[in-house]
């Protein structure tokens, strides 16, 4: 075939090639810090760098510029992709809702902000949406009717996929499952204001949470874990559940049923192929048991034909979900 | 135009015409009637027809093919839409998850058995997806991003509409909502064998069960309702509650907290652009109330923009839909 073709047509595939293997950067912003690394093929190169958050609107973007142009220097860079906490309207790239963890954020033309000071293209997408599409091209689920991604972490954020594509709602906020209400009783108020969100009690917060309210009246005589109030950690919980204390057991075991509850609500409404379980609460998640409560508390023919994938990505998903986006968006010409 | 046109090429075109004037049968397959009606234009013609719905597979085909040519004696039909509780497979046609409304319903071929009996082709599909699609048609929504349609009637069905397509999930269980698990302390075993499904709460048999519990202690001293143990009538505690009588006015806010529970899950999943609430249950919906308790449970952003409408098709939603779907799909040519 090749031989038919001019060479103009020949150094316009080469350009392409070379461009196809170009890598975005990928942007996390979170609450805390920001990581960033360029990535291509679904893989970040090199270590990921990461700097504290900055406070206010303007750092943080002055921080962002300042990665970018510190990428620039060893990449050529087709675009950026920017995974951030809160709801994007993925359209103008400006941040529409509020996150407690990035105060003064909302309302930011992030997108617009930064192509101006770096020229690059740049996509902006809601950090849990990011890190699902990422998850679900890395595993190879594009052509699944749904997947939904769960990213169990100090809070849950949640990605819903259609045949490869983020499904955004009709106000950019569909997947916001971490605020499903999972309790009618005002149990457990939410970091967000709202009473029994399901983070409330499937997070890493809602299960300390959980281990506080079962440890009250117990004494150190009964298990070591007593003195871990008022804030008992998740790995020490999770690892006293191992070695065989009954009461790290139980609420380890309460704690799979909370994250149930939400699967279970959401298989009943989606109907997904899988789900994919990341974030930092994903490693104590015990697949086979949760797999277990799905079906025994979902409908016939709902549950059993549910997977539930455990992260490929792990700690990258955002960076790559994000970087992955603009590279199949923005720049595939 | 048309004087340019053929004599055959016009014949053609009033064939058309008249085909698309020649109604579907719409079949609503319920657990204890059947209701059936021709629809062309999202319109029943004349008075549906019900009859009781007969034991076993079997009977329910034979009173299925008998209305259906008795239909015919009437109307030229240009295919039947059937709507039925259960799970259907929609491509073959079966009922794939059972209902216990219906016993000895799963596994039925319906669509192979009406279409070889009657010679017309015939679409199935699960009774709140076809009710769902008749209301989002007639209100012309289908250009819509995402609407919900929630059956609140016995139990609670739902069908989740994108861009006027039903979405039917991986296996064809999407929407039913219903099952979404709305608490945690298994307070309510549901007629479905789980615990604390959203209809054990907001459906008119959850109302009931809420009347029940609230009014447990109380004597007919403090209201007439205690009179009506064990098993309050909706709309005698609806008309008391109207009267000004407080503990009806408890039990009927508590069920529309309820009812706002599951729709404020539904609205942090799917960001939908509006609900339509329709099922015998949705006259005792107050949608003022049940806004402002949406905006107060919902993040900012995500209760404000939703729109929640009443049912425009009524009792004849699921026989509009179904054969509206039919006419759509099967016989556009």
Not at 52 to 58: F, R, S
Not at 233 to 249: L, N, T, Y
Not at 294 to 317: F, M, N, Q, T, W
Request: charged share 20%.
């Amino acid at each position: 075939m090749t031989s038919a073709k001019s060479a103009d047509s020949q150094n316009r595939d080469i350009d392409q090639m070379l461009k196809d293997k170009m890598p975005a950067l990928g942007i996390d912003l979170g609450g805390t810090k920001i990581g960033c690394a360029p990535v291509a093929d679904f893989k970040v190169i090199g270590e990921p760098s990461k700097v504290p958050t900055p406070k206010g609107a303007e750092n943080i973007i002055n921080t962002l510029v300042g990665l970018i142009e510190e990428a620039r220097k060893k990449h050529i860079l087709r675009g950026v992709g920017i995974a951030t906490a809160g709801i994007v309207d993925t359209e103008t790239g400006e941040v529409i809702g509020s996150t407690g963890n990035l105060p003064g954020w909302a309302g930011t033309h992030i997108k617009k902000e930064i192509e101006t000071r770096t020229g690059l293209p740049v996509h902006v997408d809601n950090d849990a949406n990011a890190a699902a599409y990422g998850e679900v091209k890395a595993l190879g689920l594009s052509d699944k009717t749904c997947v939904v991604a769960v990213t169990l972490g100090t809070g849950i954020g949640g990605g819903i996929i259609m045949k490869g594509q983020l499904f955004r709602g009709a106000h950019y906020a569909a997947g916001e499952i971490g605020h499903m209400r999972s309790n009618l009783n005002n149990h457990r108020l939410c970091t967000c204001g709202l009473f029994d969100c399901w983070e409330s009690y499937g997070s890493g917060r809602g299960f300390r949470a959980t281990a506080k309210e079962l440890l009250t009246n117990v004494t150190v005589d009964q298990t070591p874990l007593a003195a871990l109030l008022p804030d008992p950690p998740v790995d020490k919980v999770c690892a006293a559940a191992q070695e065989g204390d009954i009461i790290a057991k139980r609420i380890v075991d309460a704690w799979h049923e909370h994250v149930c509850a939400g699967i279970v609500t959401l298989a009943h409404t989606l109907d997904p192929d899988c789900f994919i379980i990341s974030g930092g609460m994903a490693k104590f998640v015990d697949y086979d048991f949760l797999k277990e409560l799905v079906i025994d508390k979902c409908l016939p023919r709902v549950g059993e034909r549910l997977d539930i994938h455990r992260s490929s990505l792990g700690d990258d998903a955002g960076i790559i979900g994000a970087a992955q986006i603009a590279l199949d968006n923005l720049v595939a010409g």
